[in-house]
């Protein structure tokens, strides 16, 4: 077994990832995918946390949402992500993997409350924490999530997995000459104005030193070539 390329790291999957062929909501096939892909990458042996999205279910500043006051929205795209933080959670305990969920907003009945030095200990023990709630603030989103709590638990990187396979000069369905990064400096992709993620998550990343990996979720056994440091998808840093 390929020892893993770092020691601690942190995935963000979109709420979009527990779709599957439904509109809404979380499908069962999906889920099941999910959690075969989210195995093998625990088994390649690295402290693995995850944030999970909650745009399958809900999402604050969405056209869907606009009727409702946008705080009581974004709460209601907080309470989506712990919806499918527990869906995770109970996929994976099925197939004999440990895990925690940590909520930033209290749900103490269902999930810990997000204390890092316990979030910590648990990676440590090698126990996958699931971080739930979004920041507990509105007006965020979870990859501003996947962010700050890749630099509070000291992640060496963040693994965003898309359904694309990296960051392209252009759209690549728009024009077909665009070609694929493999790696990318943050300042270039700032200046090239590339979308990555949003900018409070950019920001938060390249302040921090905390390298971003975009790589493609729907290639099988992505995520654990990724947390091996093999060649996917591109890299920020
Ligand atoms: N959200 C929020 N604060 C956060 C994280 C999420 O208000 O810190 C809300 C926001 O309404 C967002 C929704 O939760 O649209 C779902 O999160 P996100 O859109 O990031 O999910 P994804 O697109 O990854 O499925």
């Not at 402290?47 to 809900?58: E, M, R, S, T, Y």
């Not at 440590?124 to 971080?131: P, S, Y």
């Not at 509070?152 to 694309?164: P, Y």
Request: with cysteine.
């Amino acid at each position: 077994m390929t020892e893993p390329k770092y020691r601690r790291v942190v995935l963000k999957l979109s709420g979009e990832a527990l779709l599957g062929k439904q509109t809404h909501g979380i499908s069962t096939d999906a889920l099941r995918r999910i959690t075969t892909e989210i195995e093998k990458a625990y088994h390649v042996g690295a402290q693995l946390a995850i944030v999970i999205g909650g745009g399958n279910i809900w999402r604050g500043g969405s056209d869907e949402a606009a009727s409702i006051n946008r705080v009581t929205a974004d709460n209601m795209g907080m309470l989506a992500t712990i919806i499918n933080s527990l869906a995770l959670q109970d996929a994976l305990e099925k197939r004999g993997i440990p895990t925690r969920v940590q909520s930033a907003i209290e749900v103490t009945k269902l999930a810990e409350p997000y204390i890092p030095r316990r979030a910590a200990r648990h990676l440590e023990k090698k126990r996958v924490v699931i971080f739930a709630g979004g920041i507990g603030s509105p007006y965020f989103t979870t990859d501003t999530t996947a962010a700050l709590r890749s630099i509070e638990i000291g992640a060496q990187v963040l693994l965003k997995a898309t359904k694309v396979d990296g960051v392209y000069t252009d759209d690549p369905k728009k024009n077909s000459k665009a070609k694929k990064y493999s790696t990318l400096d943050f300042n270039e992709a700032i200046s090239k104005r590339l979308k990555i993620m949003d900018t409070s998550a950019f920001t938060l990343c390249m302040d921090n030193k905390i390298a971003v990996l975009v790589f493609d979720l729907n290639v099988p056994g992505n995520i654990a070539r990724a947390v091996r440091g093999e060649k996917v998808g591109t890299l920020i840093k």
